[in-house]
């Protein structure tokens, strides 16, 4: 027997085992098909549906370094913002008492 369910065909083989109440074993392998496309030909032709769900495996690993990146790309950003800053220390009041008075200086006033 088969089912159509979340999008998906699931096959499942039974035995019957009383044909007098009906009783039924599942026996063999279960699968399962996702559809992708169905063509009007056997392997070509017009596509009659197409799984908009799909994803093709390339695309997958695709997405998923794309998404890495994002992150070390972020991760990176953030380093580099903590980095740029710029720690500038606070002036000392007391700096100008040893102030020692150069040439120019003396010339400038004279």
């Known amino acids: 027997g088969f089912t159509y369910l979340d999008g998906r065909i699931w096959f499942r083989n039974y035995q019957i ?17 996702w559809l992708i496309k169905i063509f009007s030909g056997s392997f070509s032709g017009n596509v009659i549906f197409e799984n ?21 790309k972020a991760k990176a950003e953030k ?18 008492i040893f102030h020692t008075i150069t040439k120019d200086e003396i010339k400038q006033a004279g």
């Open 17 to 33: 085992t009383d044909e007098a109440e009906g009783g039924l074993v599942e026996v063999g392998p279960r699968f399962c098909l």
């Open 52 to 72: 908009p769900n799909y994803k093709s495996p390339n695309q997958y690993r695709t997405e998923l370094k794309m998404a890495a990146s994002q992150r070390y």
């Open 79 to 96: 380093t580099a913002k903590k980095a740029a800053i710029e720690i500038v220390p606070k002036e000392d009041e007391l700096d100008e």
